[in-house]
């Protein structure tokens, strides 16, 4: 099944596999492992977030703040 969704906690909470358009081209392709990171967040989104983990074990994005995220760090 395929499924196109804007709920990022949705996505990583059904699906096995993740794909991420950054500007209309493919940024990531993988498993929601690999695919949602808080740094790949941070360069398509451009917010800082924590992933967390419920007691059942399944990932939930958190927002740390409604501001945009400054410049990456090298």
Known sequence: M?????????????????VLLHRGKLAVDGG???????ETIRRIF???????YTDGGVPFLLPQTMRPAGPPTA
């Open 46 to 52: 451009e917010v800082d977030v924590t992933i967390d």
């Open 32 to 38: 929601r492992a690999e695919a949602i990171t808080a």
């Open 2 to 18: 395929i499924a196109v969704l804007h709920d990022l906690n949705l996505a990583m909470r059904f699906a096995d596999r993740i």
